[in-house]
C-alpha cells in the first residue's frame, strides 16, 4: 500500500494507550532572574513561562491523534492531584479520550518538569521527576484490569507503554500482562502493541518493540546472552521489533531478521519521544496492513519527522506524505 492509502485508513481506526501516562512540563526560566533567597541564599530558579503537554504514554497517544487516529484513548492510573487535572487538560485539548484514566487517592501524577534556559533555549537544569515508588494498589490494579476488558471490544488497537523504572512497575503489572495475553487470545485480529523500558520479555503473544539496549538487556536476563530470536521466541509467534535509532529497525518473525533502514536526516534536533512516534505510526500501520516490515517503515518515517522538533514532537499527513516522497 501506498503511504497515502495508509494515512487514509487512520480515520476509520480506534486506539487505546494503556500504561504509565504522564505529564511533561515545559518550564521557561530566566537566568537573570536568579537571585538568591532571603531565607536561606539558594539562588531561586524563576520559571517565566510554562506548557503542558502528555507525556509517555501520553506521547504515544499524542502521536495517534496527529497522524489522523480517528479516536484515541488513554487507560492508565494517576494521582488525584494538580498534576493530573493539568494532565487531564492537556489530553482534552488534543482531542485525546482521558475518560478511563482512574485517579487514584494518595498517589501522584507521574511528572517530568524540564527547564529551560529562555537565553538558549536548552534545558539546562537537572529534571524534577514526580515518581511513585509504592505500587498503587490492588484496588486499582483489579479496577484496571476491569477497564481494560470492559473497554477492549471499542477497540481495534492497543498501545501498551510500560515506562516506569521502578522495581514495582507503574501501571502494567503482571495482571495486565495476564490481561493482554487474554485478549490477543480472544481478538488475534487485533494489533496489541508492547513498549517496555525494563520488561519486554515478560509479555506474551503479543508485538513487542525495545530498542537495542533494551532488547539486549532483555536477552542477558532471560538466555544469559545475546539471542533475539530466542527472545522473539520466548514472547510468542508474533513480530518482535527492535529499533536502533539512525540504523533503522530490525524486523524479527518466523522467517527470521529483515533490516528496514532509517530515513536520513541531519542533525537531530531533540530525539525525545521518537521511541513513541515510532510506535504510533507503525502500530496503525501494521493495523491497516497487516505487514510488519511495512509498519517499521512508515514507523521510520513518522520518527525521522519527530526527530527534528524540540521537544516530543509530532508528525502531521501532509509532513510523513513528503517525507515518503523524499526517500531514495
Known amino acids: 500500500m501506498t503511504d497515502t492509502a495508509i494515512l487514509a485508513r487512520f480515520p476509520g481506526l480506534s486506539a487505546l494507550v494503556i500504561g504509565d501516562i504522564c505529564l511533561d512540563r515545559w518550564c521557561v526560566y530566566d537566568p537573570d532572574l536568579a537571585e538568591p533567597s532571603r531565607e536561606t541564599g539558594i539562588p531561586r530558579i524563576a520559571v517565566t513561562s510554562l506548557d503542558v503537554t502528555p507525556g509517555a504514554g501520553g506521547t504515544v497517544a499524542n502521536n495517534l ?29 488534543r482531542g485525546i479520550d482521558a475518560s478511563l484514566l482512574l485517579a487514584v487517592p494518595g498517589a501522584q501524577t507521574f511528572t517530568y518538569t524540564k527547564l529551560l534556559n529562555s537565553k538558549t533555549g536548552e534545558e539546562d537544569k537537572p529534571r524534577v521527576d514526580y515518581v511513585n515508588i509504592r505500587s498503587f494498589g490492588e484496588d486499582a490494579q483489579r479496577e484496571i484490569v476491569r477497564r481494560l476488558k470492559e473497554a477492549a471490544g471499542r477497540f481495534d488497537l492497543f498501545l501498551v507503554s510500560d515506562q516506569a523504572e521502578t522495581d514495582t512497575g507503574g501501571v502494567v503489572t503482571p495482571a495486565v500482562r495476564e490481561a493482554l495475553a487474554e485478549l490477543a487470545s480472544l481478538w488475534p485480529s487485533k494489533v496489541i ?42 514472547i510468542g509467534t508474533r513480530p518482535l521489533i527492535v529499533t536502533g535509532g539512525s540504523e533503522g529497525a530490525a524486523v524479527w518473525n518466523e522467517g527470521g531478521c529483515t533490516i528496514v533502514p532509517a530515513r536520513r536526516v541531519g542533525k537531530p534536533v531533540d530525539i525525545c519521544g521518537a521511541g513513541d512516534s515510532f510506535s504510533a505510526g507503525a502500530a496503525l500501520t501494521l493495523a491497516v496492513t497487516g505487514d510488519a516490515v511495512a509498519a517499521a517503515r512508515f514507523g521510520n518515517l513518522v520518527a ?18 513528503a517525507a515518503g516522497r523524499a526517500l531514495p
Open 65 to 93: 491523534a496527529a497522524l489522523g487516529c480517528g479516536h484515541v484513548g488513554v487507560l492508565g492510573a494517576v494521582g488525584d492531584d494538580g498534576f493530573g487535572y493539568e494532565l487531564r487538560a492537556a489530553l482534552s485539548a
Open 304 to 321: 525521522s519527522i519527530t526527530i527534528m522538533k524540540k521537544g516530543t514532537g509530532i508528525a502531521s499527513p501532509d509532513e510523513v506524505l
Open 193 to 234: 502493541w508492547v513498549d517496555s523500558r525494563l520488561r519486554p520479555e515478560l509479555f506474551r503473544s503479543v508485538v513487542v518493540k525495545p530498542n537495542e539496549r533494551e532488547a539486549r538487556e532483555a536477552c542477558e536476563r532471560l538466555f544469559g546472552r545475546l539471542d533475539i530470536g530466542g527472545l522473539r521466541r520466548a
